[in-house]
């Protein structure tokens, strides 16, 4: 891959951006692991692991963290600033998986008041993803196979071409009707629900101060043949 395909790319790995990005929004909250561990329920040699970048997060993972720390997904995933030119190469990116769905974020973006995260989302065969909500509004474009969605007790089913939009504080969940799906997932946020961290001093004032307490964010955490979000 050239250098200008590359451009606007972060080179360190998802595990290595959740990891410093885990520490950065802990560290603004002013939460030790053990304490995040209480909140979160999840063991604190998970998130030792997960900070280190030594970890294996899944989707359940991240969007607990998400939803305790009251950050959107892209607070924990974000590469930094792009460029004019950006290409990534599906076969390149991580995937972040969970009991029904493999995530690869492709790009944040900005626009004014609104930030928009790009995942190419794929629901494996004769599984189901759940959430019981989140910040923001969701988007999904199916691009192969038919895709059940579930919104607040209302079922449709999509087909390739179809799109799909709703709030995502409201429960929600996608399933592979026959085989597995193809889409796009763009989860779109206020510009002032994300908690930028250009201060470095953890009781620092940020551009966003006082408006997280009231923010909803992702919930992580279902049980076993179920999965949180994005969904």
């Known amino acids: 891959m050239s250098a200008s395909e590359t451009a606007g790319r972060s080179e360190d790995s998802i595990r290595e951006r959740l990891a410093a990005n885990l520490r950065r929004v802990r560290t603004h909250r002013g939460w030790s692991i053990s304490e ?3 909140r979160s329920k999840i063991g604190k040699a998970t998130l030792s ?3 280190s970048g030594t970890g294996n997060p899944t989707i359940e993972t991240v969007f607990s963290l998400s939803r305790v720390l009251e950050v959107p ?8 600033p792009t460029r004019a030119l950006t290409v990534v190469r599906a076969e390149e990116v991580e995937a972040l998986s969970g009991a ?3 995530l690869r ?3 944040r973006i900005e626009s004014g008041d609104a930030v928009f995260e790009v995942y190419d989302q794929r629901v494996r065969a004769g599984c189901r993803q759940d959430s019981l909500g989140h910040v923001g509004t969701e988007h999904t474009i199916v691009q192969a196979g038919r895709l059940g969605v579930r919104v607040d007790g209302r079922e449709v089913e999509l087909g390739p071409g179809d799109y799909v939009g709703f709030d995502a504080t409201l429960p929600h969940g996608y399933t592979a009707v026959d085989g597995a799906v193809r889409s796009v997932l763009l989860l ?3 510009a002032d629900q994300r908690l930028h961290l250009s201060d470095p ?6 551009a966003t101060a006082g408006t997280q307490e009231a923010a909803p964010a992702p919930n992580g955490e279902a049980p076993t043949g179920r999965g949180p979000e994005p969904v």
Do not use: N
């Open 36 to 38: 995040l561990s209480r």
């Open 49 to 51: 692991q997960v900070e």
């Open 73 to 80: 997904i892209s607070d924990l995933l974000d590469a930094g």
């Open 100 to 102: 029904g769905v493999d």
């Open 105 to 107: 974020p492709l790009r």
């Open 188 to 190: 779109e946020y206020r």
């Open 201 to 206: 001093e953890p009781g620092g004032r940020s």
